[in-house]
């Protein structure tokens, strides 16, 4: 099994800058691509940001310019800076890696328990 758990939510003012962490851990062959989504209150899930294991990135319009997804292969961590923060940023933010595992060593999809970000005016 593989688990991702997040970290880095809370409050912040519009504006501000928030910091999301992921580490990914247990039978873990390889990790292919990994990123963030979001889901605010009454939504969908919507793609914010991903990046390849070679490094290529892919943002939402929304959050392009203000967010930077980064990875350490090393370490099997995904992060998220976050600045300029809106109110409309506000959502539960989910970790995702596509991980290639050592029991079945097929590419399966991840999700992590999601961490809340609420900016406030």
């Known amino acids: 099994q593989v688990q991702l758990v997040e970290s880095g939510g809370g409050l912040v003012q519009a504006g501000g800058s928030l910091r999301l962490s992921c580490a990914a851990s247990?039978?873990?062959?390889?990790?292919?691509?990994m990123g963030w989504y979001r889901q605010a209150p009454g939504k969908e899930r919507e793609l914010v940001a991903t990046i390849s294991s070679g490094g290529s990135t892919n943002y939402a319009d929304s959050v392009k310019g203000r967010f930077t997804i980064s990875r350490d292969s090393a370490k099997n961590a995904v992060f998220l800076q976050m600045n300029t923060l809106k109110l409309e940023d506000t959502a539960d933010y989910y970790c995702n890696a596509v991980v290639v595992d050592t029991v079945i060593f097929k590419p399966l999809n991840y999700w992590g328990q999601g961490t809340l970000v609420t900016v406030s005016s």
């Open positions: 247990g039978s873990i062959f390889r990790i292919n691509a």
